[in-house]
Each structure stands twice: as structure tokens, then as C-alpha cells.
């Protein structure tokens, strides 16, 4: 149970220090429920690379996270203060996946090639934490329909493998609803680069 996790570090303080991040950037109503301390240690065992933590939690710090829940419970917001306890080495950019597709419409294929092998990866942050996954539709570029973040993944796959890079996710949707989206190809790919950490399906909108 996690209860009986034993963590390395003082949790606790490290929360209360998170709490006051959250008002510094999303002002004094930010508060960091009780609720939500068992999902947020995992995320803090994870980004502070606390190896023996995350071993009790079946983490593994090779592979990216995938951070679900749903709409309106914290998943960005905790992306972006898990920021602060990235050592160098491992920080991460966040880029809305809406976003990424309409640079798609702009710019057409070579967005694909930016957020895979392009210059993104020759300089630091080498990590990018694709927010809100399944929010964005597929598009057309001169007439050709394109799955933007189905071919993203494949390609970030590919380079987890070959240079150990890794990819962070939010989500709305479950495992099934990804493969329906992206298909049987990505979910497979998915679940061989990322931990999956999952809000209860009852969290309510904090917004």
C-alpha cells in the first residue's frame, strides 16, 4: 500500500514547498489537495531520481512518465511545478499538442522532424513533455491527412531507444482511448518508453 512506501526525503516538506511555487505562479487560490499526495509523491520520486522510492513504487527512471486523469485535475499544473525538482541534466520543455498542430498546418511535415530528430535535441532540454494528448485533431496539409502526434511518438520511440531520450505526456485519455486515437502501434511503443501514473477516474475538476 502506499501508506507503507518509506521515502528517502522528507516528502511532506518538499509539498509544502511545491504548494508555494503554485501560488507564486498561479496565485493565492493554488492549493495542493491531500487527496492528490499519493499521485504527487510518485511524481516527486520520479523527478527528484529517488532510485529507492521508485522502486517501491515500480518506477522505472529509464522511461518517460504519462501523467492521466481527467479534464481539469491538476496534470499540467503538476507537470509544470515538477519542473522545479528537475536536476539540469533532465529538464523538460512542455508543448501543448493543439499547438503543435496547428504549427502542423503552417509548416507541414518538417514539424514532425522538430519535435523527433530535428534541432530541438541538439541542445538542452533534450526531454519535452507533450501536453494534453488527444486534444488536437488530425490534419490536412495540401490535402494529405495526417495522424501529428501518432507519427511524433513513433519517431520519440525511436530515439528512446537509439539515444535514451525520453517523453513525458499528459492526458485525458485511457490506454484504450489512446489506441483507438493513435492506434495499436503507438500503445505498444507507449508502454515500452513510459511509467504510467493515473488520477482516480473520480477526481473532480479543480478549475
Known sequence: METEIKHQRNYQEIILWL???GVELYGNQFKILESDYPLIYKLMAYFLKDEATCY???????KGVLLSGPVGCGKTTLMHLMK????VEHKFNIKPCRDISFEFIQEGYEIIHKYSKGKLYQSDPKTICFDDLGTENNLKYFGNECNVMAEIMLSRYDLFVSKKIKTHITTNLSVSEVETAYGNRVRS???NMINLIAFDKTTKDKR
Open 19 to 21: 504548494e508555494k511555487k
Open 56 to 62: 517501491q513504487y515500480g518506477i522505472n527512471l529509464d
Open 84 to 87: 522545479n525538482l528537475t536536476p
Open 189 to 191: 511503443r507507449l508502454r
